[in-house]
T-cell receptor, first 114, second 112 residues
Framework: DTGVSQNPRHKITKRGQNVTFRCDPI?????LYWYRQTLGQGPEFLTY????????KSRLLSDRFSAERPKGSFSTLEIQRTEQGDSAMYLC????????????FGPGTRLLVL | SQKIEQNSEALNIQEGKTATLTCNYT??????LQWYRQDPGRGPVFLLL?????KEKRKERLKVTFDTTLKQSLFHITASQPADSATYLC???????????FGPGTRLSVLP
């Protein structure tokens, strides 16, 4: 068990570019979550998967954001046409079957949009 | 509107004292509440979970209480140490029971 990993750890991009982040959860975990965190705030829920099915997506999430978990293992989060307001830490977490289970977080990907 | 508040943005205490952090919520009926620790530049780390039918939970120097009438959870660290300095986040299961919603966190500094 190597924990949740995320790549890249840091990303700097220019406004209008597309970016993609990857999350590798703990192997036996069925649930995978994406969060966004800005300075001085707690993680803000974006979306979650149960195996390969995306079951919930935050209403705050712009259409420019899309996430996939094609084989129920790793997941990708893509942001199209990035804006400066997208600058944040993007966190991935995984857990066992049910919502109340402990979430194990990855180290995050810090995005800076210039 | 739904809201989660944590007592203060920052809390400074002297080493050896008990740190008490609060988490208050509005317009939620959580069945579960969790506390996490987060160090700068890292993801949150789970500490404790408490269920709505539990009044108190302990783990080593940590204690959590959950009062669904007051809509409040208290998180205590006894015999605090400088290594306890971090941001502490509360998270509660939302009303649909499908994901946790996090508070803004309290940054704790334990001074030697």
């Amino acid at each position: 068990d190597t924990g949740v990993s995320q790549n890249p750890r840091h990303k700097i991009t220019k406004r209008g570019q597309n970016v993609t982040f990857r999350c590798d959860p703990i192997s036996e975990h069925n649930r995978l979550y994406w969060y966004r965190q800005t300075l001085g705030q707690g993680p803000e829920f974006l979306t979650y998967f149960q195996n390969e099915a995306q079951l919930e997506k935050s209403r705050l999430l712009s259409d420019r954001f899309s996430a996939e978990r094609p084989k129920g293992s790793f997941s990708t989060l893509e942001i199209q046409r990035t804006e400066q307001g997208d600058s944040a830490m993007y966190l991935c977490a995984s857990s066992y079957q049910t919502a109340q289970e402990t979430q194990y977080f990855g180290p995050g990907t810090r995005l800076l949009v210039l | 509107s739904q809201k989660i508040e944590q007592n203060s943005e920052a809390l400074n205490i002297q080493e050896g004292k008990t740190a008490t952090l609060t988490c208050n919520y509005t317009n939620y009926s959580p069945a579960y509440l969790q506390w996490y620790r987060q160090d700068p530049g890292r993801g949150p780390v789970f500490l404790l979970l408490i269920r709505e039918n539990e009044k108190e939970k302990r783990k080593e120097r940590l204690k959590v209480t959950f009062d669904t009438t007051l809509k409040q959870s208290l998180f205590h660290i006894t015999a605090s140490q400088p290594a306890d300095s971090a941001t502490y986040l509360c998270a509660l299961l939302n009303n649909y029971g499908q994901n946790f919603v996090f508070g803004p966190g309290t940054r704790l500094s334990v001074l030697p």
